[in-house]
């Protein structure tokens, strides 16, 4: 199997990670590339910088879109959980609303050798809502002067058994990252309102500071 992948250098080391089979080839993808003509495509960057493959109709394209649902998607586009932190884990989120993308599916992460889990198209997926989440109660904690940061990293880890701390997931994700899924949940849900403490640390001019 032939696969072409579009992604930053930490999105490329991590999916070299995750291990790469003898029969498949990967070509790495940049912008400005003649593109190559293969069974699947990894839209990785899709976040930061666009879509990289809108040209391809007929094949499936594995798109890192946490936030967006698949109608707001080219028809053969497949969502996948790509965000930092999430693209190494044993089990890879992914969104196929209909039969061709979960054969596709099937097709290319066995392929891949990688183990997947199908999540509702919602925005957020599962993983990264429940996580954003969490850090935004860690942000009204902190700025209600409940704890330090660094205290409630230590609190959630020993605790819950997570890997990260909210704080920590945060930074590894990136604040913005979590804002706009927080936002854009909280257009049907109050519950995600973003905390002020969070608005005021990714917009501390707008807040007057």
Do not use: C
């Not at 809108?54 to 969502?79: C, H, K, M, Y």
């Not at 190494?88 to 990688?114: H, P, Y």
């Not at 509702?120 to 409940?146: C, H, K, Q, S």
């Amino acid at each position: 199997m032939q696969i072409t992948v579009k992604a930053d250098e930490a999105q490329k080391a991590l999916f070299l990670s995750k291990g790469v089979p003898e029969d498949v080839q990967i070509s790495w993808f940049q912008h400005g590339m003649k593109l190559p003509f293969t069974e699947a495509y990894f839209d990785l960057t899709f976040a930061e910088e666009g879509a990289s493959f809108s040209q391809i109709r007929d094949r499936p394209v594995f798109v890192n879109a946490v936030e967006e649902i698949s109608t707001q998607l080219p028809a053969n586009a497949i969502r996948i959980n790509a965000w930092p932190g999430f693209l190494e884990r044993k089990f890879i989120e992914i969104v196929a609303d209909t039969e061709q993308k979960k054969t596709w599916t099937s097709f290319v992460l066995n392929a891949l050798g990688w183990h997947f889990q199908l999540v509702p198209d919602i925005p957020g997926m599962i993983a990264p809502r429940t996580i954003a989440m969490i850090i935004n109660e860690a942000y009204f904690a902190l700025g209600e002067g409940v704890s330090s940061k660094e205290e409630i990293d230590i609190a959630m880890k020993l605790g819950t058994n997570y890997p990260m701390g909210p704080f920590e997931w945060s930074e590894t994700i990136g604040l913005e990252k979590i804002y706009r899924l927080l936002t854009r949940l909280a257009i049907t849900d109050n519950r995600y309102a973003a905390a002020p403490l969070m608005q005021t640390v990714l917009n501390p001019k707008k807040q007057g500071h």
